[in-house]
T-cell receptor, first 113, second 109 residues
Framework: DTEVTQTPKHLVMGMTNKKSLKCEQHMGHRAMYWYKQKAKKPPELMFVYSYEKLSINESVPSRFSPECPNSSLLNLHLHALQPEDSALYLC????????????FGPGTRLTVL | QKEVEQDPGPLSVPEGAIVSLNCTYSNSAFQYFMWYRQYSRKGPELLMYTYSSGNKEDGRFTAQVDKSSKYISLFIRDSQPSDSATYLCAIAGYSTLTFGKGTMLLVSP
C-alpha cells in the first residue's frame, strides 16, 4: 500500500476563518512533508517532519502551522490566510528524510476568498 | 544557473511514439533521481526512482542517469493518450527534493 490520503479534497475559506488540512499514511514512513503548488509550477516545500519532529521550515509565514500528532498523521492549521495562499496543498511521506523517494497524496485544493 | 533545468514544453506526439523527457542539474552532490507524473489537478505520482548511472526499466518507462554529464532522461515507449500529463524530474538532497519545472506531454490518438 503506497497510499497517502488527504482531507478535505477542496476547501473554500474566508480570510478570517480557521481551518485544518489533514494527511494520513500507513506505510510506516517516518518522514512527512507539506508542499504548496501553484498552477503550472512545481511543488514548493513548506515543512518537513522527521520522526514526528519538525526538521525543516522553509520560512513559511506563521499563518500556516503544522502539527504531527503521531507517525501516521500530519496536519496543517490555517488561520488568517490571504487570497494569494490559494493553491493545491500536497502532503508526502518517505521511509526516512534522507534521500528517500517521496509518495504524494492527491492534495487539497484551497481557495481563499 | 538553476539547480535543475527542465524544458516546460508542451511536447506533442502521436500515439505510439517514443517520448524522451530530459533534465539537467548542476549540483554533483545529488545522488538520487526521481520522475513523477502529474495529471491536471492531482498529486504527483512516483514513476521511477534511481540512484546510479545507467538505465532502469519498468514496463514502457526507462529512466536513464548520466552523472558525468549531470543529465537524466525518461523514455516512454508506445506512448498512449493516457500518458498525457506533466512529467516532473526531482533530485534528492538531504531531506528535500529539487524539482524541475515539469514538461507537459500531449499524446494525440
Amino acid at each position: 500500500d503506497t497510499e497517502v490520503t488527504q482531507t478535505p479534497k477542496h476547501l473554500v475559506m474566508g480570510m478570517t476563518n480557521k481551518k485544518s488540512l489533514k494527511c494520513e499514511q500507513h506505510m510506516g514512513h517516518r518522514a512527512m512533508y507539506w508542499y504548496k503548488q501553484k498552477a503550472k509550477k512545481p511543488p514548493e516545500l513548506m515543512f518537513v517532519y522527521s520522526y514526528e519532529k519538525l526538521s525543516i521550515n522553509e520560512s513559511v509565514p506563521s499563518r500556516f502551522s503544522p502539527e504531527c500528532p503521531n507517525s501516521s498523521l500530519l496536519n496543517l492549521h490555517l488561520h488568517a490566510l490571504q487570497p494569494e495562499d490559494s493553491a493545491l496543498y500536497l502532503c508526502a511521506s518517505s521511509q526516512a528524510a534522507i534521500y528517500n523517494e517521496q509518495f504524494f497524496g492527491p492534495g487539497t485544493r484551497l481557495t481563499v476568498l | 544557473q538553476k539547480e535543475v533545468e527542465q524544458d516546460p514544453g508542451p511536447l506533442s506526439v502521436p500515439e505510439g511514439a517514443i517520448v524522451s523527457l530530459n533534465c539537467t542539474y548542476s549540483n554533483s552532490a545529488f545522488q538520487y533521481f526521481m520522475w513523477y507524473r502529474q495529471y491536471s489537478r492531482k498529486g504527483p505520482e512516483l514513476l521511477m526512482y534511481t540512484y546510479s548511472s545507467g538505465n532502469k526499466e519498468d514496463g514502457r518507462f526507462t529512466a536513464q542517469v548520466d552523472k558525468s554529464s549531470k543529465y537524466i532522461s525518461l523514455f516512454i515507449r508506445d506512448s498512449q493518450p493516457s500518458d498525457s500529463a506533466t512529467y516532473l524530474c526531482a533530485i534528492a538532497g538531504y531531506s528535500t527534493l529539487t524539482f524541475g519545472k515539469g514538461t507537459m506531454l500531449l499524446v494525440s490518438p
